[in-house]
DNA sequence: AGTGAGTAAGACCGGTCTGTCTGTACCCGA
DNA sequence: TCGGGTACAGACAGACCGGTCTTACTCACT
């Protein structure tokens, strides 16, 4: 829904710095939430902070997104495709060679991005657990969170794994808690999460 | 810290009616903290509620608690006894007969846990996602979520497991990963941890 | 030159938050 | 009978919240 601004807004407009303006200032604030969101959590930050950070009137800002909570939603969106496809999946495909070792990549990317020192866990079991799985915004991230729960399906779909999709839930079950785990300073959590990654596989394996 | 309300605070103390109410709101306070923290966060809950719900001026809440945050203590320590302890160690010991069973009784446990209406999830979890794991809370979080880890160390000892520690925190991720997942609806994500659980007990066993 | 859309800056609204402080009533032992 | 401690009730302070609205300015297009 928000990614209008760039496309939809000026279709075949010619009004070029007009357009440009105004999409500024949308991924402006766009890229401001995306950072303190991410860093500190929904409720932790402010419209006002977001506003003074983003250098944008609040009329600019409430016009551009109607309520906090739909930033809030643009932020989730970006986030699936900044972090889930691009710096999760897309690294994981990159550095196995078949699914299976792709789908053990995921723990490797993991490791990584545990040993990061602004470590920030996952924006949507943050949001999930701060919102309640009743909110909007945590109804949202249960569904981002099937997303994640797709890419691992269609990898063991493509790995010829035994039911797809409980392999899946399963694979889940240990990407969330080996992020808890990183939560609390274990920054082996991605290595154990692996290691029982694998026996997955294999009772999954024909 | 705070169960000396009960003990230290009349040691020698006659006055019996006296000492009661003290005992009275201070308990009150923590029962009411203890049923809205763990059902609804910590965060959304305010002072005024608390005061409201618990039948107690301000002033007396400010007395018993100098401040909120010593109040989430209390509760935190409240939730490791009442759920860590008493509904999931003990019932999983009452539940196994040798230490193996009553590693994998936690998932049984667990299982019933996810299917209550009023599911709430962790505590510990909410609320060190919720500060952060460098706020005072976030850190005392860590502790108590580590204190868990110590009884399931303690059975993997008795159960002639190598390398507990290590089990210990691959279980302890099963444990949180399976409450994530039935925070999200997945109603069955105790017995997808049982399973792994059961393969991390077998590379585990002499 | 004038118009209208978009902008920045910020006052303002009602409400919430944690925490302090005042006033009043009770009960107890001296 | 009286003083001290505790209790309740609630006003209040100061900050912040999300959201609305006003004012003045810029600038592209007619």
Chains 1, 2 share one sequence.
Request: with cysteine; aromatic share 8%.
């Amino acid at each position: 829904m928000n990614r209008d601004g760039e496309t939809t807004l000026p279709p075949a407009d010619d009004h070029a710095a007009l357009a440009g303006r105004r999409a500024d200032s949308h991924e402006r604030i766009l890229a401001v939430a995306y950072d303190l969101f991410s860093r500190r959590g929904v409720r932790d930050v402010g419209v006002n902070e977001l506003i003074e950070r983003s250098g944008v009137a609040k009329a600019t800002f409430y016009r551009h997104f109607p309520s906090k909570d739909s930033l809030v939603l643009a932020f989730l969106e970006q986030r699936d495709q900044l972090w889930t496809v691009n710096a999760i999946v897309a690294q994981a495909k990159l550095r196995g060679t078949t699914p299976k070792d792709q789908l053990l990549a995921i723990f490797d990317v993991f490791g990584e991005w545990f040993r990061q020192d602004d470590f920030e866990a996952c924006s949507f079991i943050n949001i999930l657990l701060e919102m309640g799985p009743a909110h909007p915004l945590g109804l949202a991230s249960i569904d981002y969170l099937s997303r994640i729960r797709g890419h691992v399906q269609a990898l063991a779909e493509q790995a010829g794994l035994d039911r797809p999709e409980d392999f899946a839930r399963s694979w889940h079950i240990l990407m969330k808690g080996s992020i808890v785990s990183a939560s609390e300073g274990d920054t082996l959590a991605a290595k154990r999460a692996q290691q029982m990654a694998g026996w997955l596989i294999e009772h999954h394996s024909g």
